[in-house]
């Protein structure tokens, strides 16, 4: 039987789940390193701090939202944004002029 690197198990693991989280990879020992390595060599993107995917997995418009939702595991996304999310009314969420 071969052995997996922990580089290849990470890949697998990202492959499977479209995320991963650092917190998580570190707690079924693998060193951080190995996730600085990933995302020099191009074989994984940083999103969001302590959050990492593949860089061709596929992006939805939602993305904003699921990143919120799970830097924040119990909160609420509500108002304009979930409406938006479930389809309902006609207005826009609000968009900054910012790049």
Known sequence: MATSTPSS???RIARS???????ELT???V???VLSRLVESGALER?????YRLPD??????????????????GVICLVSALSFHGIGTQLPHESGLP
């Open 47 to 51: 999103v969001a701090r302590g959050r």
């Open 9 to 11: 198990w990470v890949l």
């Open 17 to 23: 789940r479209r995320a991963v989280r650092r917190k």
């Open 57 to 74: 997995a596929p992006t939805t418009e939602y993305h904003g939202l699921a990143l919120a939702a799970a830097s924040v595991p119990r």
């Open 31 to 33: 060193h951080s390193q």
């Open 27 to 29: 707690a079924k020992g």
